[in-house]
C-alpha cells in the first residue's frame, strides 16, 4: 500500500501510529531534508498570505516563475511548476508517453511507477550498462546526484549520455532534486544544456533543499515547445497559494542559501567521519556523497537493512531501508544529514544496533 514503511522515507504520520510515538518524539534521518527547517522569510511569507486561501492560487505560478527563472538562470517559457517533483515526474512521462524506458539503478522509485503509470515498460539498469539496452527505448531516467548512493556525475558525462540516446531518438530525464546541495553546482547542472533542439528535460524540487516537504514545490526546465504541452496538461491549480509564497521567499533569500550548503557540507563530513569510524568497527561500506544523504552497505554478519530500521524506530531515528531500491540488496541503508547533536544520537544509535548479533534478534 502506499503508507507501507518501505515505501519510500519520510513518512513520519505512520511511523508516529506504529510506534506510539508523537511526531515531535521522531527524529527523521530517512527524508534528505535540510536540517535547518525553512527559510525564515517562507515562513514570514506564508504568515502573511494566509488571507489569499480565500481565492483561487495563481495557476500559472507567474512570480514563483520568474523567480526560478532568475535562480536557475533559463528563460522562465522553459519551466513548468508543479505539485513536488513527483507530480512533475509524473506529468513529463504523461506526456511523453513512452512505450518502453530506462531508469538507471539503483534510484528512486517514482521514475519506474510514473513510466509504468503512463502506459509503458521500465526497465531498471546499472548505469555502466546502459548503452547496451537502448534499442527501443523512448525514454532515459537519470538522477544526480542520485538517490539513494549520493554519487554525482559531472555535466559533461550527462552530455555524453544524452547525446548517445538522442541517436535513438529518445529523451533523457535528468532529476536534479538534490543539486542545490552540491558544490560548485555549475559542473554538474545540466539545466542550461535544456534547449528547443535538446532531447532533455531537467526535474528539480524545492522541498528538500528549502525544507517545505509539506507544500509540495517541483519543477521542469524543458525546450519551451515541450513545455507548453506540459502546462496545457498539467492539473490546473496544482500548486497552492501559500506554497507558491513559501518557495519565491525562500528563493530571495540568499543568507539562508549560504548557510545551508555550509552547514549541511560541514555535519555531512562530521556523520562521515563518524561513519568511518564506525566502519572500521562493524565491517560496513560507506559510500561517498555529493548531497546531503549518506548510504552504507551494512555486512553480512550484521542486521539487514529492515532490521537496523526496525530497531533504530524503537529509539525514535528513522533511517531509510533501501532494500527496496532495483540493484541493491537487504544490507543497504541511506542515512539523511541532520543537526550535530542529532548526528551523534545517531551515530550512538547504529553502533548499539549493529553490535547485535543476527543471531540474538
Given at each position: 500500500?502506499?503508507?507501507?514503511?518501505?515505501?519510500?522515507?519520510?513518512?513520519?504520520?505512520?511511523?508516529?501510529?506504529c510506534r506510539g510515538l508523537r511526531i515531535e518524539q521522531l527524529v527523521d534521518f530517512s527524508a534528505n531534508i535540510n536540517p535547518l527547517g525553512p527559510s525564515p522569510l517562507a515562513l514570514e511569507?506564508?504568515?502573511s498570505s494566509l488571507d489569499l486561501v480565500r481565492h483561487y492560487p495563481d495557476p500559472d505560478c507567474t512570480e514563483l516563475t520568474e523567480e526560478l527563472a532568475t535562480y536557475l538562470q533559463v528563460?522562465?517559457?522553459?519551466?513548468?511548476?508543479?505539485?513536488?517533483?513527483?507530480?512533475?515526474?509524473?506529468?513529463?512521462?504523461?506526456?511523453?508517453?513512452?512505450?518502453?524506458?530506462?531508469?538507471?539503478?539503483?534510484?528512486?522509485?517514482?521514475?519506474?511507477?510514473?513510466?509504468?503509470?503512463?502506459?509503458?515498460?521500465?526497465?531498471?539498469?546499472?548505469?555502466?550498462?546502459?548503452?547496451?539496452?537502448?534499442?527501443?527505448?523512448d525514454v532515459v531516467f537519470l538522477c544526480n546526484p542520485n538517490n539513494p548512493t549520493g554519487s554525482i556525475m559531472p555535466r559533461c558525462r550527462v552530455l555524453d549520455i544524452v547525446h548517445c540516446?538522442?541517436?535513438?531518438?529518445?529523451?533523457?530525464?535528468?532529476?536534479?532534486?538534490?543539486?542545490?546541495?552540491?558544490?560548485?553546482?555549475?559542473?554538474?547542472?545540466?539545466?542550461?544544456?535544456?534547449?528547443?533542439?535538446?532531447?532533455?528535460?531537467?526535474?528539480?524540487?524545492?522541498?528538500?533543499?528549502?525544507?517545505?516537504?509539506?507544500?509540495?514545490?517541483?519543477?521542469?526546465?524543458?525546450?519551451?515547445?515541450?513545455?507548453?504541452?506540459?502546462?496545457?496538461?498539467?492539473?490546473?491549480?496544482?500548486?497552492?497559494?501559500?506554497?507558491?509564497?513559501?518557495?519565491?521567499?525562500?528563493?530571495?533569500?540568499?543568507?539562508?542559501?549560504?548557510?545551508?550548503?555550509?552547514?549541511?557540507?560541514?555535519?555531512?563530513?562530521?556523520?562521515?567521519?563518524?561513519?568511518?569510524?564506525?566502519?572500521?568497527?562493524?565491517?560496513?561500506?560507506?559510500?561517498?556523497?555529493?548531497?546531503?544523504?549518506?548510504?552504507?552497505?551494512?555486512?553480512?554478519?550484521?542486521?539487514?537493512?529492515?532490521?537496523?530500521?526496525?530497531?533504530?524506530?524503537?529509539?525514535?531515528?528513522?533511517?531509510?531501508?533501501?532494500?527496496?531500491?532495483?540493484?541493491?540488496?537487504?544490507?543497504?541503508?541511506?542515512?539523511?544529514?541532520?543537526?550535530?547533536?542529532?548526528?551523534?544520537?545517531?551515530?550512538?544509535?547504529?553502533?548499539?544496533?549493529?553490535?547485535?548479533?543476527?543471531?540474538?534478534?
Open positions: 500500500m502506499r503508507g507501507d514503511l518501505h515505501e519510500h522515507g519520510g513518512n513520519v504520520y505512520l511511523e508516529s501510529r511569507a506564508i504568515q528563460d522562465p517559457g522553459m519551466i513548468v511548476v508543479g505539485n513536488g517533483g513527483a507530480e512533475v515526474i509524473q506529468l513529463v512521462a504523461d506526456v511523453l508517453g513512452p512505450h518502453t524506458g530506462l531508469v538507471l539503478s539503483p534510484t528512486f522509485s517514482e521514475y519506474a511507477r510514473a513510466i509504468q503509470r503512463a502506459g509503458g515498460r521500465a526497465i531498471p539498469v546499472a548505469f555502466e550498462d546502459f548503452d547496451a539496452h537502448l534499442d527501443g527505448i540516446v538522442q541517436r535513438y531518438g529518445a529523451t533523457v530525464v535528468v532529476d536534479e532534486a538534490f543539486m542545490d546541495f552540491v558544490e560548485n553546482a555549475d559542473s554538474y547542472t545540466a539545466r542550461g544544456d535544456v534547449g528547443d533542439g535538446a532531447n532533455l528535460i531537467v526535474v528539480g524540487s524545492l522541498t528538500k533543499f528549502f525544507a517545505i516537504p509539506g507544500l509540495r514545490v517541483g519543477y521542469a526546465v524543458a525546450p519551451e515547445q515541450l513545455a507548453s504541452k506540459l502546462r496545457e496538461a498539467k492539473q490546473t491549480w496544482s500548486v497552492n497559494c501559500l506554497a507558491q509564497a513559501a518557495a519565491v521567499a525562500s528563493l530571495r533569500d540568499v543568507d539562508y542559501i549560504v548557510r545551508t550548503r555550509e552547514y549541511v557540507a560541514r555535519e555531512r563530513e562530521f556523520l562521515l567521519e563518524g561513519l568511518a569510524e564506525l566502519a572500521g568497527v562493524h565491517g560496513f561500506r560507506v559510500w561517498p556523497p555529493a548531497a546531503n544523504y549518506i548510504l552504507i552497505s551494512v555486512a553480512p554478519d550484521s542486521p539487514t537493512a529492515g532490521e537496523v530500521r526496525r530497531r533504530m524506530a524503537e529509539s525514535g531515528l528513522l533511517v531509510r531501508d533501501c532494500s527496496n531500491f532495483p540493484l541493491l540488496d537487504d544490507r543497504s541503508v541511506r542515512i539523511a544529514v541532520r543537526t550535530r547533536n542529532e548526528n551523534k544520537r545517531l551515530l550512538s544509535e547504529l553502533g548499539r544496533v549493529l553490535t547485535v548479533s543476527p543471531a540474538r534478534r
